[in-house]
């Protein structure tokens, strides 16, 4: 009877221990459930999905991994440039580049194969061009998704939403070939431009369409045509010139509008060319323009010779939303959302979409450069990454 005892008990205990097993698993694999879920939901709708899916569960090993931190140390003698991509900062070395999340930790490095690296970050994904290579390379947060490659150094380059890319080169036979290529690295389109050359690209969220900025002379006197392509048709859906006006930078935005600045004024105009705005400056006034993934521009220009900047903001819908007017020049001027991020000196001013002042930001030192990241100020200043909440 003892031994009978002994077993009924021990049965008890095995039972016991089995349901707490299912409780401790319960949790994890409901998480792996979810994730797989959706993952698999991410694979229906394309690869950029997933590699946002799959940046995720790379980046969870870091929350069991003591953090870095900010301010983070940078080889500041080796430094191209600092770019947001999706939460935090992309590091662009001579040579290399290296990923880091929020809290400061390096998620990804990988090495580039020329020293004067450009980037363009978008959605999470970084696309890397040089002037003296003919290759473009495509990265997520923590690996390298693919590349492609023309037959001449790329020019100008941009990335859609949806992972699409358009590059520019040229040829002997043309001053500019535009190509676009779909989130598998497929070509598209091409527009082969025999009489000007192509100094800025932008994408639609889709990639669907492609505004381009193509700068030519005609009697020593600058021009520049705005074309809108539809990446189906050959023919473009705009084709509007502006004698006298150098347009350095073409967006995109999400809502179907094309905001074009140039050295003497900013165009806002939908995908047929409308022009639906014109903001007019001073010849070769312009500081610097900026605009987030949805395409809210921020255009900074100089006035009265200098002693002031005038801050204009338009919204993606091309509305314009605030004139703000700062003295002297800004030394770094960011966008995110309904905010604008303005350094000035040993201040960062953020101002709301309509040019509200908000909040002030006292850094430790002149920021080199201002940027957002979630949200959150990000400045680059003495030699280090600091993070302002």
């Known amino acids: 009877m003892a031994d009978k005892k002994i077993i009924s008990l021990q049965k008890i205990r095995n039972t016991q221990t089995l349901k707490k097993v299912i409780k401790m698993l319960r949790i994890p694999v409901v998480v792996l459930v979810v994730v797989m879920a959706v993952f698999l939901s991410a694979r229906l ?43 935090g900062p992309l590091i662009v070395y001579n040579g290399s580049s290296h990923v880091l999340n929020a809290s400061g930790d390096e998620i990804f490095n990988t090495d580039l194969s020329y020293a004067d690296t450009k980037v363009i970050t978008k959605n999470g994904r970084a696309l890397f061009y040089s002037n003296s290579s003919n290759e473009a390379v495509l990265q997520s947060k923590t690996e390298i998704l693919g590349s492609i490659a023309v037959p001449a150094p790329v020019v100008a380059a941009d990335l859609a ?40 690209i932008s994408l639609s969220g889709n990639g669907k369409h492609v505004a381009v900025a193509a700068v030519g002379a005609d009697n020593a006197e600058i021009y520049t045509r705005i074309i809108v392509f ?61 605009a987030d993934d949805s395409g809210n521009t921020v255009v900074c220009y100089e006035e ?33 959302g ?7 000196g040993n201040e960062i001013m953020i101002y709301s979409a309509k040019g509200k002042h908000t909040k002030t930001i ?14 959150t100020v990000y400045t680059v200043e003495g030699g280090a990454i600091h993070k302002y909440s």
């Open 304 to 336: 009265f010779g200098g002693a002031k900047t005038g801050i204009v903001r338009f919204s993606a819908n091309g509305k314009r939303t605030c004139s703000i007017v700062t003295d002297g020049i800004p030394d770094s001027v960011s966008a995110q």
């Open 230 to 290: 539809n990446v189906g048709s050959p023919e473009p859906i705009a084709d509007v010139r502006y004698n006298g006006t150098l347009f350095m930078r073409v967006v995109y935005t999400s809502s179907n509008k094309i905001i074009a600045a140039g050295d003497n004024r900013t165009v806002v105009m939908n995908k047929k060319g409308k022009v639906l705005d014109e903001l007019v400056y001073s010849e070769d006034s312009i500081i610097a323009v900026c």
């Open 338 to 344: 309904d905010r604008t991020a303005v350094a000035i």
């Open 45 to 87: 709708m394309g690869n950029v999905a997933v590699s946002n899916i799959t940046d995720g569960i790379r980046q969870s090993k870091t929350l069991f991994s003591k953090s870095t931190g900010y301010p983070y140390s940078l080889e500041a003698f080796n430094l191209r440039k600092v770019e947001p991509i999706g939460g």
């Open 161 to 200: 939403e949806n992972g699409g890319m358009a590059v520019s080169h040229s040829s002997e036979e043309h001053q500019s070939i535009l190509n676009v290529y779909n989130s598998r690295f497929k070509k598209i389109f091409q527009w082969n431009c025999s009489k000007e050359r192509i100094a800025d």
């Open 362 to 375: 006292e850094t430790e030192q002149i920021p080199a450069q201002i940027f957002f990241c979630s949200g």
